[in-house]
């Protein structure tokens, strides 16, 4: 809710207390009635856990987005089913208009009239033209000429496809599998820690984490409430190495005298958004990740990352992110 | 109007009401001399309901944005049409330099010089080249080098046409198809729905609604009035769902103590903004809708989208989005 | 200054007051020394009046910014001779390497050694490749796939200028070629009127405007000064039609009591900063403007750009930016 | 630290001192332990002085990021390897499927079985196509089916490159090779110099500088700390010619006092963060700079850029950047 509204509902005269508090509530965008799925609100890989039904075909296919979001081998893959299902399909029709009229330089066509028709149609559509093999009548021409066209679209496609796939922002930001209920100075923090895998630069990281359980209302129903949990630090320029996220749990927290039992039984999930820049290509970055009550470790902390030796440059090993050791709480 | 501009005239010795109250109206672009139109401000495609008339033959064709911006049969007609035209001007051209000196390797001719100049010029501009027709003379070859480029030239348009098409921001965001005004809490209030049709998520959404109406002056003469409607909740971190954006109507609500024969007699319009990042590719999108007092019910409440069961994941139905039911005012 | 400077500077004890005044003089980037130039400080197309010298040959080149910003007959015709002069090039290395090692399919050759190798080349180049000339040694069979590699190269930049050129944020707003001194409500107003000269939609402008003028220092010596000029409106969330940007001349302003002799004496300027969102791509769009103390008509206020008659959609007429009328000031 | 997180530990009873003192410190990404390193926090080209170790193999690849950072020599280098391996593969695996499927129109093949295979391919790979080299079995017309298919991606695979390393927003910003620590006022200031290398306008520059210095704990134990500097000014609209940004050594600066010795034994480094807007495609550019405590240098002014005359446009020369010249210290 922002200021303004905020103002115009404080100088009411408090004519409707429901509405104000309503107002005054700030749930995320879950609603309240999410109580006994019993199950993630976000995926690990940061989508949500709803399922879309009905709406228009063309909706639910969402064809360039999933082309852009599946992983590389599908998408290959799926390059050359098309590739393979078009020059079948014009195969065919060349064989509709007669594959005689298509002219081979040198007749003896070893591979049979389908064939002569497919490598004619795959070199049509590539734009590579031998023209050991060429069109000889007017129907077989002008399917060519539609083909090539079809050809430069085709590539136009998997360029811009190709080119969407890799300049997509993405932040390479990988989180410990679990979160620690460490010590933290003279009291104890819910700490998570997050790594740039990547040699690109991040600058201007922000950090936010809510938590969301399922509290009793007065008269005893359940329902899910929202926090919004402070951090030590949710914003850093540079992130040149590890960053160690900590909620430090003094009294104002939601998590103060809380016990692992606590979390479960209001099926605890800290929701965790993470804001960057990437400076290659000065792009905005985000990403999500959940931690669900069990998975959060107690009475552990995280051990360094760097060499012990303090060389230069500093090196940063990766693969300690999710080493944690024993470290009895405050 | 900014803050700066605000206190600049605060600080004034009120020197002249008339400029500070001007300063202080604070219209949203569409002036106030708009009374007797009766039609919509913004179209329920989010365009402007102005047309423009005279300036340049470039900005009024606006090409680009045409082509970006029309549907995709309108779209691949015009590569039709254009390509085909091409070849017929090209065609044309090899005509005149003389059909004679396109060499064909097998000189039947079936389909006579025009179409033999038609298919080399197709088989050119898509740079295909078979070869089985070639040019044979200084004039051709030259014009056939120049067809080359310009379809080297064509295709790059293509590829950026269809890249520009495909990555365009936008926000498949579906609206209420009416808005209702249905009993809120211990209120009424004033609400429309939306939902994401698309599995991309949305996260960081905004909304602002605003309401348009004439107003006669203290002299009696109508002027058109706009007010910023506040909102039960105008942003939320994620839209995993649908969302009941609702307006409160309060003692402060301009709204308050309105009757559907007062909006219809000042031609309320309803206009409504939203923003969001679409975090595929981190755009930001943003989309308008307006509802007129024509399109409010009165006394309805929208029926809940989700399936009764709280099964997991939740399944959204997109075709519930205009349903209602009937819910006596408060 | 941003405010978190302000605050330290007010927190400190005033020790050095010179610093203070420095801190708060808040120039806008073109310094305070430019007193004699008598030359505008911003081209009417928004670029600044400074040339520089020297530096790196890359840096003066500056190919692709000046690729994507000339204008689209000399991007053409570049890209005609950069054509030309490859084949020529590539045509002489041909030369070189015997240009009877390209054999022709018909070796009549009417035009010479020099021409097959250009066309040769053309079609190298360009990938179109008939094969009625073709490479018939280790040499030219090399020098031809160099070739055809830098083809597609070459395509792929034009490819990439020309999505450039045409995907470029611009905002198509026209200024008034000046800027008129009008009578607005009981004072006068600064006023200069902007259109969007195309159908795209512009959303949330932006205007700021800037006076610049030379005044004397205490001790007598000129100094450029910079004012920020107060608007009746800086902002609005739709731009359908015209906006006549009004700066009220009230006694805050820097221009009360002027007359334009005191203007033409103090080479005053106005700077004009539009920003705003074009919908179409949801790009930033920005524009620079400058009025000079000539281009300011005194007692004229401009005539309205609309149709007389209300009808429905509303018909706005570009060519009436530039009218004016007589307006005797307040 | 964002105000909400203030707002909420101020608010607290002060339970936890400690807490309080670590959210309030405010590094900037570096943390607190590099002490003994004795080396840059960031290098001269704005990258971070870290590096990392393990990770997966295409994290530690990086490939899209790399061919777009690196230069256009190695870059280019890299594409024609890339093709001659490409080639140099196809041609064995066409070898494996026999030679002599491939049929040349002139088979007296002066340069044997391999190269013809090797200019088969870039003729394929191309799309360039003569068909003076033909496929002339099943098994060679599939493979070169799939090798022009794979040569479409490719080229798209460039076009996509290309374009992004040309778009990549980069600030052309060059910094004098030193700050100088200069009378100022009736202060002394450390100042450096900023340019814009290329005719492009740049607007809305925002400078911001840091200190970072080790300093000892109560206890005696070293730890680094930061600085934010404040400037005289961190933020101009236009950027037409160069910059002198200025830290007013007031006695409310940490540098206050200081002398050379102070600098060099607390390992001094300033690190300076420049954002601007380039308005050719309207994109945020940023840029790192950082002056180790031996790149300032002490009673030195620089020397104006301009040339002495006041002529119009005014001449800015690039190459005086670094210039400077004696001035004792207040």
């Not at 490598?119 to 002008?142: A, E, K, M, N, R």
């Not at 959060?296 to 030796?309: A, E, I, L, S, Y």
Request: charged letters at 20%.
């Amino acid at each position: 809710m922002n200021t303004a509204n905020q103002r115009l509902f404080n100088q009411t005269n408090k004519e409707s207390k429901l509405v104000e508090q309503e107002v005054r509530r700030d749930d995320i965008g879950f609603g309240t009635k999410l109580t006994d799925s019993r199950s993630r609100l976000i995926n690990q890989d940061g989508t949500f856990n709803v399922v879309r039904v009905n709406g228009t075909l063309w909706d639910r296919l969402n064809i360039y987005n999933r082309l852009i979001t599946m992983g590389w081998v599908q998408f290959l893959s799926w390059l050359l089913v098309f590739y393979l299902t078009a020059n079948t399909l014009f195969a065919g029709v060349y064989m509709l208009a007669g594959a005689d009229t298509l002219k081979a330089a040198d007749e003896k066509e070893l591979y049979g009239p389908f064939w002569k028709c497919f490598f004619f149609s795959s070199q049509t559509l590539t734009t590579v033209g031998y023209g050991h093999i060429s069109p000889d009548s007017f129907l077989t021409s002008s399917i060519a000429a539609f083909e090539s066209m079809m050809g430069l679209l085709a590539f136009a496609l998997a360029t811009g496809l190709l080119y969407g796939r890799f300049s997509r922002p993405m932040a390479h930001i990988r989180f410990s599998k679990q979160a620690v209920l460490a010590p933290y100075l003279d009291v104890n923090g819910l700490m998570f820690r997050i790594i740039n895998t990547r040699s690109n630069q991040l600058i201007n990281l922000e950090v936010s984490v809510s938590m969301s359980r399922v509290e009793p209302k007065p008269d005893g129903t359940p329902f899910r409430k929202y926090y919004a949990l402070s951090l030590e630090r949710n914003k850093v320029s540079f992130f040149p190495a590890n960053w160690t996220v900590v909620h430090p749990i003094i009294e104002q927290s939601p998590l103060y005298g809380c016990t692992p039992d606590d979390l479960e039984q209001s099926d605890a999930e800290f929701l965790v958004t993470v804001q960057a820049l990437d400076d290659t290509f000065i792009q905005n970055v985000y990403t999500r990740f959940s931690y669900r009550f069990n998975e959060v470790k107690w009475g552990q902390k995280f051990r360094p990352m760097f060499d012990g030796n303090q060389q230069s440059p500093i090196r940063l090993d990766l693969d300690k992110l999710d080493e944690t050791e024993d470290a009895p709480l405050n």
